[in-house]
């Protein structure tokens, strides 16, 4: 089966920009994650979803980044405006059913450089 | 931090050699997961241990959980040099959230 793909794989931009990652997940899985991941730590959640509902967002920064997953599929997340704290690595993660008690697949994430 | 604690946090060995790694977490937990990541990708989902579990074995992999010490152990034998990447935590606690621990970075010298 096809991976989660995730685009772009790389972005620079300047501080006070916008930006937006976008993500396919595995065909079938319902629970979609967005991870932030500084160099040199673990993934942090940022927000699930299951199919097109949320169902934690308790650790995203909601003044600045936004997520949609419109028809319970794709979705985007979003950062605006961008701080040079936010560079990091952004992952997203599907999974077949829901609840966090089940392995996750993840993309190769999309590398963003804050200048 | 309610993230887990993994150590060591680095860890180089030669080839043919065992691996432990371990990682220590602080509330009462569902299940505990084993992560890979190697250099400039995602994550690759090894082991997946329930609370009720003491031990469980996939291939070269040896996972052990005691609840009682919140803490568990990775065991990796004969590494390879494939085996090279880090290793993560990750813990879905009874309040439904789920946190990944610090990492161990593992080095397997050919």
């Known amino acids: 089966e096809a991976g989660v793909a995730q685009s772009p794989r790389y972005k620079i931009i300047e501080k006070r920009q916008s930006v937006a990652f976008w993500c396919n997940p595995i065909s079938g899985h319902a629970t979609l994650y967005w991870y932030q991941q500084i160099l040199g730590q673990g993934p942090k959640l940022l927000i699930q979803?299951?199919?097109?509902?949320?169902?934690?967002d308790s650790q995203l920064p909601k003044d600045r980044f936004s997520a949609e997953r419109l028809k319970g599929v794709d979705s985007t997340l979003k950062i605006q405006p961008a701080k040079l704290e936010d560079s990091a690595v952004y992952l997203c993660a599907s999974s077949s059913v829901r609840g966090r008690n089940q392995p996750q697949h993840f993309g190769d994430g999309t590398r963003l450089s804050i200048l | 931090s309610q993230q887990g604690e993994e150590d060591p946090q680095a860890l180089s060995i030669q080839e043919g050699e065992n691996a432990t790694m371990n990682c220590s977490y602080k509330t009462s937990i569902n299940n505990l997961q084993w992560y890979r990541q190697n250099s400039g990708r995602g994550l690759v989902h090894l082991i997946l241990?329930?609370?009720?579990?003491r031990e469980k074995h996939s291939g070269r992999l040896r996972v052990t959980l005691d609840t009682s010490k919140k803490s568990s152990s990775l065991l990796i034998t004969a590494s390879r040099a494939a085996d090279t990447a880090s290793y993560f935590c990750?813990?879905?606690?009874?309040?439904?959230?789920?946190?990944f621990g610090t990492g161990t970075s593992l080095t397997v010298i050919p």
């Open positions: 990750a813990t879905a606690n009874t309040g439904n959230q789920f946190y």
């Open positions: 979803f299951q199919n097109n509902g949320v169902v934690d």
């Open positions: 241990i329930r609370s009720n579990e």
